[in-house]
C-alpha cells in the first residue's frame, strides 16, 4: 500500500537527514515535494494545502534551524503531522455497557460490505467477544444467503427474517442475541449502486428504532477521492462512527485513507489488507504513516505473529531442538505457522531499516516453500519421524509423489540432518558454557 507516496517521501526524507544545516530554500524545496508527492497519492487538495502550511510552520521555527541535526527535525515534524492527519480520539471501536452492542455496517453496493461484515465478526471472536450476524439486505439478490456463507466461513451464527421490514429484522435480532448470550450485534444493511434518499431513510429508520452503538461506513480505497466523497455524504445524513477501508492491499494511491478523517472528521477505525477473512487489521494511524516512511511497523509484526504462532506448540518445538528429538512433522507445523502469518515480502517491510524499494528487486521464489511441503507430504509418517530409513527406493516414491527429482529431497534431507547437527553443537555449547558460569560465578 502508499508505494509511489512512501518511495517519494522516503528519498526525501533521507536527503534531508544528511543535511547538516538547512536554508529556508532547502525547506521551499522539501515542501514542494511534499505537496507533490501527496497530489499524486490523490490525496484531498484542501487537506494538502492544510498539511503542508502546518509542516512549514513548524520547520521554520527557531527549534528546528538553531537544531544540530535540522533535517532529522523535518522528518519527526512530517512523522508527526501524518500521524495527526489521520488520528482521531474515537479511534478504538466502543462497546456498550449496556449488551449488546450494536454495530451498523453501512455502504454503497459493491463495497464488500458484506464480506467485511464477517471479517469483523472473527477479529472480535479473537478477543474473546460472542458476536451475531444479523442479515439486513433484503433488497440484493441473494445478499442473506452470502451472509450465511460469510458466518459459516468464520463459525458465527447468522439471524433472518428473510425480506421483511429491516427495522423489525434489526429488532428481533437483538432480542435473538440477547436470548442467546450474543454480546456483540453486526447488522449488514442494504447499499446502493449510488447515495439516494430511499436508503437513506432506510437506515435513519434502524437508527431510531434501535440502540446502535457503532455505524461503519464500508469504503472501497480503489475509488480515491470518490471514497471520501460518500463518506462525507453518509456522514451528513446519517452520523457515522467511523471508517472501515477496504482494498488497501491493492493498487491504490492511499490519498482516500489520508484525506477521509480530515473532511469527514470521522476516524478509520479497521482496514482490509487482503482477501482472506483473517485480513481485517484495527488501523492505527502511527504504525501507518511508519510504514510510509520506511521507519517499519515492530507492533504489527509481533500481532501477526501472536495470532499465527501457537504458544504450546512453541514450547515443544523449544523441547524438541533441545534435545535434537525434532522431525518433519515439527517442521511442517512450523511452514504452515509461517504461512499464516501472510506473504514474506509484506513481513520484511515492516523491519526497522529494511527498505521497501531493495525489495523489489529481490525475488522471493515461494515455489520452493511449496516444493518442500509437497515432498514432506509425500512420506509415511515413519519417514517423516525417522529420517534416516528413507533409502534410495523411497527417496525416488517420495520424489514421484511431490513432483520433485531425487536431488531435491537428498539436498532437503541434507539440511534437516545439517540442522540436527547444528543444534547438537549449540547444545554442547550451552553445557560448557553453564559449567563456566558455576565456576566464576563473578561472570
Not at 490525496?43 to 527549534?63: H, I, T
Not at 482516500?256 to 494511524?285: N, W, Y
Not at 499464516?340 to 513481513?347: I, K, T, W
Not at 541434507?414 to 547444545?427: L, N
Amino acid at each position: 500500500m502508499f508505494e509511489n507516496l512512501s518511495d517519494r517521501l522516503q528519498n526525501l526524507m533521507s536527503n534531508l537527514r544528511g543535511k547538516g544545516k538547512l536554508t529556508e530554500k532547502d525547506i521551499d524545496t522539501a515542501m514542494r515535494e511534499i505537496r507533490l508527492a501527496l497530489l499524486e497519492a490523490d490525496v484531498n487538495f484542501k487537506v494538502v494545502k492544510s498539511f503542508v502550511q502546518k509542516v512549514k510552520e513548524r520547520a521554520l521555527g527557531a527549534d528546528v534551524m538553531q537544531s544540530l541535526t535540522p533535517g532529522q527535525m523535518v522528518v519527526k515534524i512530517v512523522n508527526e503531522e501524518l500521524i495527526n492527519l489521520m488520528s482521531d480520539n474515537n479511534q478504538e471501536l466502543k462497546f456498550s455497557s449496556k449488551l449488546p452492542t450494536v454495530i451498523m455496517m453501512v455502504g454503497l453496493q459493491g463495497a464488500g460490505k458484506t464480506t467485511q461484515t464477517g471479517k469483523l465478526a472473527l477479529l472480535l471472536k479473537k478477543k474473546n467477544k460472542k458476536p451475531l450476524l444479523v442479515a439486513g439486505d433484503i433488497y440484493r439478490p441473494a445478499a442473506i444467503e452470502q451472509l450465511k456463507v460469510v458466518g459459516q466461513k468464520v463459525e458465527v451464527p447468522v439471524f433472518s427474517l428473510g425480506k421483511i421490514d429491516p427495522v423489525e429484522i434489526a429488532k428481533c435480532g437483538i432480542e435473538e442475541a440477547k436470548k442467546n448470550g450474543n454480546d456483540v450485534v453486526i447488522i449488514d444493511t442494504a447499499g446502493r449502486l449510488h447515495i439516494d434518499d430511499e436508503l437513506m431513510h432506510e437506515l435513519k429508520a434502524i437508527k431510531e428504532n434501535v440502540e446502535v452503538t457503532e455505524t461503519l461506513l464500508v469504503v472501497d480505497s480503489m475509488t480515491g477521492q470518490d471514497a471520501v466523497n460518500v463518506a462525507k455524504s453518509f456522514n451528513e445524513q446519517i452520523d457515522i462512527t467511523g471508517i472501515l477501508m477496504t482494498k488497501l492491499d491493492g493498487d491504490t494511491r492511499g490519498g482516500a485513507a489520508l484525506s477521509i478523517r480530515a473532511v469527514t472528521e470521522k476516524p478509520i477505525k479497521f482496514i482490509g489488507t487482503g482477501e482472506t477473512m483473517g485480513d481485517l487489521e484495527q488501523f492505527h494511524p502511527d504504525r501507518l504513516v511508519s510504514r510510509i516512511l520506511g521507519m517499519g511497523d515492530v507492533l504489527s509484526l509481533i500481532e501477526k505473529a501472536e495470532q499465527a504462532l501457537d504458544k504450546e506448540k512453541a514450547k515443544e518445538l523449544e523441547e524438541k531442538l533441545r534435545n535434537q528429538s525434532f522431525d518433519f512433522n515439527d517442521f511442517l507445523s512450523q511452514i504452515s505457522q509461517m504461512r499464516n502469518m501472510g506473504p514474506l515480502e509484506e513481513l520484511l517491510k515492516m523491519i526497522p531499516g529494511v527498505n521497501a524499494k531493495a525489495l523489489k528487486g529481490m525475488n522471493f521464489d515461494t515455489k520452493a516453500i511449496d516444493r518442500i511441503e509437497a515432498i514432506i507430504r509425500s512420506m509415511t509418517n515413519d519417514e517423516r519421524e525417522k529420517p534416516n530409513i528413507i533409502d534410495n527406493s523411497r527417496k525416488k516414491r517420495i520424489a514421484n509423489g511431490s513432483g520433485t527429482n531425487i536431488g531435491e529431497v537428498n539436498k532437503l534431507l541434507k539440511q534437516f540432518d545439517d540442522t540436527k547437527k547444528m543444534m547438537k553443537k549449540m547444545g554442547v555449547m550451552n553445557k560448557k558454557m553453564k559449567k563456566g558460569k558455576k565456576r566464576f560465578p563473578f561472570f
